[in-house]
């Protein structure tokens, strides 16, 4: 198979042709600069904090938003990485090894927040403790609910504007399926390439550079430019609703090329629809009696985990 572009041997067969290596570096990239302009993801104002795991995605939106302030002339003071680590043995200790080499390498600042030091508890021993108090819940929930709370309380305190993430096509594409199997339609406004509430002191914006990427092309990405990325799987990873719906969808894009873009183009046609009817929906922002940050019910779902495991 030979790229469509030259004579070089192909790498990636896309809906619309093969490419070679460098064909498809520069299809992707060019791809990512786009969904930035397109749906206003930054602009030189902004203090970006790139929410990181450590893992293809992260390290790839994390090297494309600092190539993207490059290329812009952006200051590069005004970009930093935030990980999570939830607490989790034998995985996330390892990505964030990989994430580490990486900022080294590409000399950008990185701040780690311990939700053992934050919370309390791993998330290893909080889920040991529900299980004996026979309150067990989804470590996916907490892993979720934790990594929110965290994410948005040290990019605010770290005084950024916006909170670039690593999802990618798939990401959203799985997502968006689950809370239509679920019937959750007001859950659906918080997805598309730019979520959370503008101009909130104590929400940071979320915004998705490879809102348009899917899951194989970001991993092809990573492995061209030899991120420091190791594929290991999170042990819990396997358990959810989720997991199943990933690999449904995969299984129907193999059959139906193009199912999982469809399914994006579908949601971003419904989006505007969807935010409207939420904003119409949804009161006033509350702040958590218990730990002062933002919530959509009196006592925020970090906290009730917290108040579980007293
Ligand atoms: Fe957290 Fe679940 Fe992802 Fe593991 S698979 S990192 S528990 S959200
Ligand atoms: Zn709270």
């Given at each position: 198979?030979?790229?469509?572009?030259?004579?070089?041997?192909?790498?990636?067969?896309?809906?619309?042709?093969?490419?070679?290596?460098?064909?498809?570096?520069?299809?992707?990239?060019?791809?990512?600069?786009?969904?930035?302009?397109?749906?206003?993801?930054?602009?030189?104002?902004?203090?970006?904090?790139?929410?990181?795991s450590?893992?293809?995605?992260?390290?790839?939106?994390?090297?494309?938003?600092?190539?993207?302030?490059?290329?812009?002339?952006?200051?590069?003071?005004?970009?930093?990485?935030?990980?999570i680590d939830e607490g989790i043995k034998?995985y996330r200790?390892?990505?964030?090894?990989?994430?580490?080499?990486?900022?080294?390498?590409?000399?950008?600042?990185?701040?780690?927040i311990s939700a053992k030091k934050e919370l309390s508890y791993t998330l290893d021993a909080a889920l040991k403790k529900l299980k004996q108090k026979k309150l067990p819940e989804k470590p996916c929930h907490i892993c979720g609910v934790w990594r929110r709370y965290l994410i948005n309380k040290?990019?605010?305190?770290?005084?950024?504007?916006?909170?670039?993430?690593?999802?990618?096509?798939?990401?959203?594409?799985?997502?968006?399926?689950m809370?239509?199997?679920?019937?959750?339609?007001?859950?659906?406004?918080?997805?598309?390439?730019?979520?959370?509430?503008?101009?909130?002191?104590?929400?940071?914006?979320?915004?998705?550079?490879?809102?348009?990427?899917?899951?194989?092309?970001?991993?092809?990405?990573?492995?061209?430019?030899?991120?420091?990325?190791?594929?290991?799987?999170c042990p819990y990873a396997q358990e959810g609703y989720r997991a199943?719906?990933?690999?449904?969808?995969?299984?129907?894009?193999?059959?139906?090329?193009?199912?999982?873009?469809?399914?994006?183009?579908?949601?971003?046609?419904?989006?505007?629809?969807?935010?409207?009817?939420?904003?119409?929906?949804?009161?006033?922002?509350?702040?958590c009696?218990k730990c002062?940050e933002?919530a959509n019910q009196?006592v925020c779902h970090a906290c009730k985990i917290l108040e579980k495991l007293k």
């Amino acid at each position: 198979m030979k790229c469509s572009k030259c004579d070089k041997p192909a790498v990636i067969a896309l809906q619309h042709g093969t490419l070679c290596a460098n064909h498809f570096l520069t299809y992707f990239e060019e791809r990512v600069f786009k969904t930035i302009k397109q749906y206003k993801l930054f602009n030189e104002k902004d203090v970006i904090a790139v929410a990181c795991s450590g893992g293809k995605d992260s390290q790839t939106v994390l090297y494309l938003t600092k190539k993207y302030f490059l290329k812009q002339n952006l200051p590069l003071k005004n970009l930093w990485a935030l990980a999570i680590d939830e607490g989790i043995k034998g995985y996330r200790e390892k990505t964030l090894n990989d994430l580490k080499k990486f900022c080294k390498k590409e000399k950008i600042t990185l701040k780690i927040i311990s939700a053992k030091k934050e919370l309390s508890y791993t998330l290893d021993a909080a889920l040991k403790k529900l299980k004996q108090k026979k309150l067990p819940e989804k470590p996916c929930h907490i892993c979720g609910v934790w990594r929110r709370y965290l994410i948005n309380k040290a990019a605010r305190e770290g005084k950024a504007t916006k909170l670039v993430t690593g999802h990618n096509l798939d990401d959203e594409a799985q997502v968006f399926l689950m809370n239509l199997f679920k019937a959750n339609t007001s859950l659906m406004s918080h997805l598309g390439p730019v979520t959370g509430i503008s101009n909130h002191e104590f929400f940071v914006q979320r915004v998705k550079p490879l809102y348009l990427c899917p899951e194989k092309e970001v991993r092809l990405y990573s492995i061209l430019k030899k991120f420091p990325v190791e594929f290991v799987e999170c042990p819990y990873a396997q358990e959810g609703y989720r997991a199943q719906i990933r690999d449904m969808l995969n299984e129907f894009e193999n059959k139906y090329r193009g199912t999982k873009q469809g399914i994006i183009q579908s949601f971003l046609t419904l989006m505007p629809m969807l935010k409207e009817n939420a904003r119409k929906g949804t009161g006033a922002l509350l702040l958590c009696k218990k730990c002062g940050e933002p919530a959509n019910q009196e006592v925020c779902h970090a906290c009730k985990i917290l108040e579980k495991l007293k």
